[in-house]
């Protein structure tokens, strides 16, 4: 597959992830990261959060399933990513990712999607954070 060929099979993505009980333990085990933010509910009330507030970087681990699982290609790996948040994800949430592409370089070969993450509840959704992912197309 060319990095043209990529790009027109995934010029538009979309995906809804749930930050599940388990997700949360399985980050939290992975990351060793016992902040009161991310574990303990009265400190997070007192702080103004309606509770506990899930590990951002969970939405990480999203870009990487993104990458991984859902391009169409699997001879790829990210050069570079970051992520702005916006508002805070909680237990339960559900994630929609929604990805389009930004540049497309034939002469590095690479693919940079710009990614935003918003949060499906209520009938609307709210934007919680967005980023970019740069893909390398491998040879």
Do not use: W
């Not at 999203?62 to 805070?88: N, R, T, W, Y």
Request: aromatic share 10%; glycine share 6%.
């Amino acid at each position: 597959m060319t990095i043209q060929e990529l790009a027109a099979r995934s010029a538009h993505i979309t995906h809804a992830y749930q930050v599940t009980q388990e997700v949360y333990d399985h980050f939290q085990r992975c990351s060793l990261d016992y902040n009161p933010l991310h574990t303990d509910s009265a400190y997070a009330n007192s702080k103004g959060f309606r509770g506990i507030v899930m590990y951002g970087n969970i939405l990480n681990a999203f870009i990487s399933h993104f990458v991984g699982m859902l391009l169409p290609a699997k001879e790829l790996m990210i050069q570079s990513q970051d992520i702005s948040f916006h508002k805070p994800v909680f237990l339960n949430d559900e994630i929609l990712l929604e990805s389009e592409i930004d540049i497309v370089s034939e002469a590095v070969n690479i693919i940079n999607y710009k990614l935003k993450f918003r949060r499906l509840a209520d009938g609307k959704p709210e934007l919680v954070a967005k980023g970019h992912v740069q893909v390398g197309l491998l040879k």
